[in-house]
């Protein structure tokens, strides 16, 4: 296939920018974290499709500097797709093959800045001096009359500081620029060319809107984009600015979320738990607990807060509020350390680990039970919203969504049983927190009026549903 150097050819404007918005209630993806292109084809068709999950996000695929540190991956050299998770055949065959499992690819597009420093890409590109082969300094935003330097992002207060100086050192490109525009634009075309059906805008917070829109508008309508764009308080640039472009990543989310898992009697307080908490409207808004960047710092809840965070989990794939991304994390210690150099797949088995607190490099948090089944439960709940929220105790709730799909939380350290009312019809369920196996599943019966008697687990929950897709659920 050719490098993208060749491709740099004149790109075709697209048509005026949609709402960009997938029915995310009913509707998961996952992180595949630093996995190969290789390891992604086979978790499309062997997990992530029968699951019913829509879609991966993989890591950047472009050409990087050299190193093992996972941040490596967001210091684009070339646009050309080699990198760490493989080359471009590898990744042209991964999104093909994802399709068919009907999984959609998103990539994570990183065309805010270049590399810093100088040297040699994974690829062989060199690079330095605010340059690579396809960019040239005058290309960067940079101080009046010296392209060699520029400012540096230190006051989020002050929007053009934010968006026109360098961050954390990294030579940040003039994406108003008509040669960048026209470069960018035609990446993004050869990734959709190959069938990719997502980007997720990496440091969208530090481009202008309008100019991050002009960019976009050569690139198809309906590819779904999302936004990176944290917000703080007081900050000149803010999340709602870039909901006419496409969804943006709600960081309040988890902000929000994790103290009423990590905090005793507060899970409560999420009957209502939505848009009038202050976020973004739920179909503008991806959501998550964690990210690549929020585990190694401000996020509260990930996999090493184990039963917590499956349970938050849980519930997060159940509610309706936004568009839910499953992170799949690898075992760190240090914030810098990169990915295992084993696959995850090999003959016959899956290098991750089994569930909370079970140890492996690969952490495959999407594999666990409880995690894994809510997708087909999100599925069966569609677009009902939540309804018939109970308070059994501060920290046991249940509620339903529409006649298909309830659930019971229970955070407690001790089982809870007692009495509540489903709006599921009678039946015999499994419940698949623990399994989807209709065979051998766990068993929940259900009475024709509606009524249950209960009995969650320590830490745990009941999730039910009518929906056949991944085994499951209902048996009658």
């Not at 997720?200 to 990176?228: C, M, N, W, Y």
């Not at 920290?395 to 006649?403: A, E, L, M, P, T």
């Not at 249950?452 to 999730?463: D, G």
Request: hydrophobic content about 35%; overall charge negative; some cysteine.
């Amino acid at each position: 296939m050719p490098t993208f150097s060749s491709l740099i050819l004149a790109t075709t404007a697209g048509a005026a920018l949609g709402d960009n918005v997938v029915n995310n209630s009913q509707s998961a993806f996952v992180h595949l974290f630093e996995w190969s292109w290789v390891d992604v084809a086979q978790e499309c068709e062997q997990w992530l499709g029968p699951k019913g999950f829509k879609a991966v996000q993989v890591s950047p695929p472009t050409e990087h500097i050299q190193g093992a540190a996972w941040w490596t991956r967001y210091q684009p050299v070339t646009y050309n797709l080699i990198s760490r998770s493989g080359n471009e055949t590898e990744f042209a065959s991964m999104v093909q093959r994802c399709k068919k499992a009907g999984v959609d690819i998103y990539v994570d597009a990183v065309f805010n800045h270049i590399a810093a420093g100088s040297g040699t890409a994974i690829g062989g590109s060199q690079y330095g001096g605010r340059a690579t082969p396809i960019y040239s300094p005058q290309d960067m935003h940079h101080s009046d009359g010296d392209v060699n330097n520029n400012c540096g992002v230190s006051n989020f207060k002050d929007k053009h500081n934010v968006q026109y100086c360098d961050l954390v050192g990294l030579p940040d490109l003039c994406t108003s620029c008509g040669y960048v525009k026209k470069t960018v634009a035609a990446y993004l075309n050869h990734l959709v060319d190959l069938g990719v059906v997502g980007i997720r805008i990496d440091a969208a917070k530090h481009q202008d809107a309008g100019e991050l829109g002009s960019l976009l508008s050569a690139v198809p309508t309906g590819i779904f984009r999302f936004q990176e764009v944290i917000s703080g308080a007081g900050e000149a640039v803010t999340p709602d600015m870039y909901t006419s472009i496409g969804a943006v990543t709600e960081f309040n989310y988890a902000r929000q979320l994790a103290p009423n898992f990590l905090d005793e009697g507060k899970l409560q307080y999420l009957d209502g738990f939505g848009e009038k908490w202050g976020f973004l409207a739920s179909d503008k808004a991806v959501v998550f607990l964690d990210n690549h960047d929020t585990q190694r710092g401000e996020a509260k809840l990930t996999y090493k807060n184990g039963g917590l965070y499956q349970l938050a989990n849980i519930f997060m794939l159940a509610h309706p509020y936004g568009y839910p991304k499953v992170m799949s994390s690898y075992a760190f210690n240090n914030n810098d350390d990169g990915p295992p150099s084993s696959p995850v797949h090999s003959v016959g088995s899956v290098a991750c680990s089994s569930g909370p607190g079970q140890g492996a490099a690969w952490i495959c948090e999407h594999r666990w039970t409880a995690i894994a089944n809510m997708a087909a439960w999100r599925q069966s709940a569609g677009t009902s919203p939540v309804g018939n929220f109970q308070k059994m105790t501060d920290d046991v709730i249940v509620f339903c969504r529409g006649q298909t799909a309830c659930l019971a939380l229970n955070r407690q350290s001790s089982p809870w049983n007692g009495n509540a009312k489903l709006s599921l019809p009678g039946g015999s369920y499994c419940n698949v927190i623990e399994s989807d196996d209709t065979s051998s599943c766990p068993k929940v019966q259900v009475n024709a009026d509606g009524s249950i008697n209960l009995q969650v687990p320590a830490m745990s929950a009941v999730a039910l549903h009518t929906g056949k897709q991944a085994n499951a659920q209902i048996i009658v």
